[in-house]
């Protein structure tokens, strides 16, 4: 199995720009699809990012044309990178790893424990 943990939140303000990151050990990210999710306060989960074992993307429409999935293979990392933050972006974001190429959390067996970002308006 495959472990995962994020790092990169923080505190800014709306029209910047946060990378984040989700450093996996134990299996190589190349063989799962990576997933990026977001849960705000009384919110449900929500679907943020898809990078396929391919290398294929696929964004929610609330961040498509801000954010972008990447991932180093070497490094065994995947990226978040995130543009023009808005007030609505924060959340805990969360990595995640599944053998099927999904954007419903269910799909996912293996998740990293979160990072806060926060966006000020």
């Known amino acids: 199995q495959v472990q995962l943990v994020e790092s990169g939140g923080g505190l800014v303000q709306a029209g910047d720009s946060l990378r984040l990151s989700c450093a996996a050990s134990?299996?190589?990210?190349?063989?799962?699809?990576m997933g990026w999710f977001r849960q705000a306060p009384g919110k449900e989960r929500e679907f943020v990012a898809l990078?396929?074992?391919?290398?294929?993307?696929n964004y929610g429409d609330s961040v498509l044309g801000r954010f972008t999935a990447s991932r180093d293979d070497p490094k065994n990392t995947v990226f978040l990178q995130m543009r023009s933050l808005k007030s609505e972006d924060t959340a805990v974001y969360y990595c995640?790893?599944?053998?099927?190429?999904?954007?419903?959390?269910?799909?996912?067996?293996?998740w990293g424990q979160g990072t806060q970002v926060t966006v000020s308006s």
């Open positions: 134990g299996r190589p990210i190349t063989i799962y699809n």
């Open positions: 995640a790893a599944s053998t099927e190429s999904s954007r419903a959390p269910v799909r996912y067996a293996y």
């Open positions: 990078l396929t074992a391919g290398g294929n993307t």
